[in-house]
């Protein structure tokens, strides 16, 4: 889930808004020949898929998708929602250019002994989705197969020219990294074999980038030490997220056989070279400001957090009723009668409905100096504080609560649409560490509070029935 909610998403989310405006509202491709809407459906998904395999091939998709639909069209928005499609998957590519850094000394990394062949898996995916592409594009020359099979010929050819694009782009980085001069960073690491994790510390010591790649195997290895500990090295390459690096240790390169994964900034230790092990009352100290009146009760007061319901009903209704019409526009594409695309609509919307229901409306936080109880997607969950809780959020409208034998995920989008409606991130985080504080000063505690799991209400399944009853009117 969390893959399919990258950045990369905008370039299928606007693929479904341009489907539904294409097929729904502006009635579909003008050219009369039954081939038009099957390839119109194609190269609408093509850049919708490619767009999570390479980037610029999806650009490229996207173009050439504006272009099929431009001579498709029968008016002029119809080839405009073709052209704003492919905009933003162009604009999606401006994404991996590198972004402007401090000037750093430059020079060519030591030659390896020879290049590993990366990117296989892609390599491999690539050809045989072409193979499977070229075979289906057989069948209907041949008449073994309907139209309809243009779309998922499209679809696969599309995916198969990205991962093939994947394949060359990485050797491409990794013979241009032995090629030509790289910036060069100061750094600790710690060797494992076919990975490497490295620490970056930043100009002040006080806080440095940590992130890691993998490398080809080696065989030189130090011996093994229980304690943590890092050794000096010399990193080649910029350290972001997708781009290429290779750290030479003591004499040792490592090649690297993929890109730099995710990086993030953590406190550091210069004097131990790792990161600092920040005490608990440094870390989980609570801001008075960030404290509501509500909050500042008695310790074993439960409180509540859940997600305000306006913005929760406003979410589910959107999930449920575009899965309906989502679900109504491709049985009215694939030509079904209008009591399959009742059932469509109506078994889509209440899977839609039911997403909303354990995403939004259903979960919930409770607390006190006991502990939390948790209801989340899946159920309920109570853990006691213990010497090692910690409550955190990510700037992105999540709290990461560690208790007892969890890590639970809470959900703290903005307040919407007052913001009495519910707490903000730094509200929630400031109440549990209050409830936590209170937990170690306190003999004996009582359980974690309990949670109940509601059922559903009745207005829950009369939004089903109206949206389902909507998607059958608008495209009945």
Not at 401 to 422: D, I, N, R
Request: aromatic fraction near 6%.
């Amino acid at each position: 889930m969390g893959r399919l909610l990258r950045v990369e998403g905008l370039v299928p989310v606007t693929g479904v808004v341009a489907f539904l405006l294409l097929f729904g509202i502006l009635g579909g491709p003008g050219d009369p020949a039954p081939e038009a809407r099957w390839i119109g459906l194609g190269v609408l998904i093509a850049p919708a898929l490619m767009a999570y395999a390479h980037r610029g091939a999806a650009a490229w998709a996207g173009v050439l998708a504006a272009v099929v639909w431009t001579s498709l069209a029968g008016s002029v928005v119809t080839a405009l929602v073709g052209w704003v499609y492919a905009l933003v998957a162009i604009a999606l590519t401006r994404r991996d250019r590198s972004p402007l850094t401090a000037p750093v000394p430059r020079r060519q990394p030591p030659a390896p002994a020879g290049l590993p062949h990366v990117a296989v898996p892609a390599e491999a995916a690539g050809f045989t989705l072409l193979t499977l592409a070229t075979a289906g594009f057989v069948a209907v020359l041949a008449h073994w197969a309907g139209v309809e099979a243009l779309t998922a010929v499209i679809g696969a050819f599309g995916l198969g020219c990205a991962f093939i694009a994947r394949a060359v782009e990485q050797r491409s980085h990794l013979r241009r990294l032995f090629g030509t001069p790289q910036p060069m960073h100061t750094v600790r690491v710690v060797e494992q074999p076919g990975y490497v994790h490295v620490l970056l510390p930043e100009p002040g010591g006080l806080l440095a980038r940590e992130f890691a790649f993998d490398v080809a195997e080696d065989a030189a290895w130090p011996a093994d030490d229980e304690d943590p500990a890092t050794l000096p090295a010399t990193l080649y390459g910029e350290p972001r997220p997708g781009a290429w690096c290779t750290v030479e240790v003591q004499g040792r390169l490592h090649v690297p056989v993929g890109p730099v994964g995710e990086v993030i900034e953590v406190a550091y230790d210069v004097v131990q070279g790792l990161p600092r092990e920040l005490e608990d009352d440094e870390e989980q100290l609570v801001d008075p400001e960030a404290l509501l009146p509500a909050d500042r009760v008695d310790a074993f007061e439960c409180r509540e957090h859940r997600i305000a319901p306006a913005r929760a009903w406003a979410a589910t209704v959107a999930i449920g009723l575009g899965a309906a019409l989502a679900a109504g526009e491709l049985a009215q594409l694939a030509g079904l009668p209008a009591a399959a695309l009742a059932v469509a609509a109506a078994v889509a919307g209440g899977v839609g409905y039911e997403f909303g229901w354990r995403a939004q409306l259903r979960p919930r936080l409770r607390w006190h100096a006991g502990g939390v109880a948790a209801l989340g997607f899946r159920g309920p969950d109570r853990q006691p504080w213990a010497n090692d809780s910690a409550v955190v959020h990510d700037d992105a409208g999540t709290v990461l609560l560690t208790a007892g034998e969890s890590v639970l995920t809470v959900p703290v989008p903005p307040p919407w649409p007052k913001p009495a409606s519910q707490r903000s991130a730094d509200q929630l985080v400031a109440a549990l560490r209050v409830a936590r504080n209170q937990s170690f000063a306190i003999s004996p505690l009582p359980p974690p509070p309990d949670v109940e799991v509601p059922s559903r209400p009745i207005k829950l399944y009369g939004a089903w029935l109206l949206s389902v009853v909507l998607t059958v009117l608008i495209l009945g």
